[in-house]
């Protein structure tokens, strides 16, 4: 029955599981992970960069700063692979189905899938408040 569906409107149907699987990843990127702390390194990230602009001639100010930055983005880096491990498999097991009902009914159903994808996330990590 799903797959009939699937068949008889191709781009809707995979506009909606994208937007599905980019839901659930949303969530479990929301609920797996430190939102407050994400938030609040990407606020030291931005000041740095401020910081870098103000201090261009002083190369030992600018390297404390860059460290500081690198920091924080290992810090970032730890936060966001979390919900990555959880969803890679079952992504990866889900694409790997799509693209066999997909292949045959709508040639460049990736480039559906991506761009809905990409459209969805932007809007509901901005719902959902995810950082």
């Not at 500081?68 to 491990?85: A, D, G």
Request: net charge positive; aromatic share 12%; charged share 20%.
């Amino acid at each position: 029955m799903v797959i009939e569906y699937f068949s008889m409107y191709p781009k809707t149907s995979i506009v909606l599981v994208s937007f599905f699987v980019t839901l659930i990843m949303t969530l479990v990127t929301k609920y797996f992970t430190h939102q407050s702390r994400i938030k609040e390194l990407k606020e030291i990230q931005k000041s740095c960069k401020i910081k870098l602009k103000d201090n261009q001639g002083n190369s030992q100010k600018i390297e404390e700063i860059n460290k500081e930055i690198f920091e924080c983005s290992m810090e970032l880096m730890k936060h966001t692979m979390k919900p990555t491990l959880i969803t890679f498999i079952p992504l990866l097991l889900l694409l790997g189905w799509i693209r066999g009902i997909y292949t045959t009914i709508l040639p460049g159903w990736i480039w559906w899938y991506i761009a809905s994808g990409i459209i969805s996330s932007m809007a509901l990590r901005k719902v959902l408040k995810v950082h």
